[in-house]
């Protein structure tokens, strides 16, 4: 089945309105889509890298407005499409482990774990359920996507073909490593 999607996806991103597609991707992964956008984004910038910061941005808003929508099925839906969506994708025992660290740290946890490959969908539904502040929930949904998807295409943008192979296998490692660094800016930023 996955094969399948990811199979699509690549066909979809070779299309003559791949940029539509990107976005489409980025919306619905947001909520219920199991495979991330980067795996369009990736090509789309190969195929185009003078385009990098318009692909980013559009992948980025696109994923922050679906983000609305996981936030919904979190906030009216979840003993119902909220359970299903986290039961299909295993995320159930996460989302139990995601309440504390919501209340804990708030906006950081959905800035940090909203840039890593962790499913996104984890937490727009788990903001949603925890009626977690809608204009919170949007400033750091847009921080933690930017930084992910700004990152890829930037470094595909600079590097080109050759990085790819390097953040197709550890996009985790990228991103954590720019949020620890974003992370640390705030940090001098506010203590200065």
């Known amino acids: ?9 690549m ?11 990107l976005a489409l991707i ?4 947001s909520s219920v889509f199991p495979i991330p956008p980067d795996i369009m984004l990736i090509p789309l910038v190969l195929a185009a890298p003078t385009r990098w910061f318009r692909i980013a941005l559009i992948c980025t808003l696109s994923s922050v407005a679906g983000g609305y929508l996981g936030y919904a099925i979190g906030y009216y839906f979840m003993d119902s499409v909220g359970a299903w969506v986290l039961a299909a994708f295993h995320l159930t025992e996460k989302f139990a482990a995601f309440k504390p660290l919501v209340d804990q740290y708030g ?5 940090v774990k909203g840039a890593t490959p962790i ?3 984890l937490i727009t ?10 204009l919170d929930f949007t400033f ?6 930017a930084m992910r998807f700004f990152l890829v295409a930037a470094l595909l943008w600079k590097f080109g073909p050759p990085i790819r192979d390097f953040v197709e296998k550890r996009l985790k490692l990228v991103t954590t ?16």
């Open 107 to 111: 906006v950081w946890v959905i800035i």
């Open 26 to 29: 980025s919306f619905i992964e």
């Open 177 to 192: 490593v720019a949020v620890i660094l974003i992370v640390a800016g705030f940090l001098v930023v506010k203590l200065l």
């Open 140 to 145: 750091a949904s847009f921080i933690a996507r």
């Open 1 to 9: 089945m996955l094969q399948k999607t990811y199979d699509w996806m």
């Open 119 to 121: 499913p996104y969908k």
């Open 125 to 134: 539904i788990a903001a949603g359920a925890f009626k977690f502040d809608l």
């Open 11 to 21: 066909d979809k991103a070779a299309h003559r309105h791949a940029i539509w597609w």
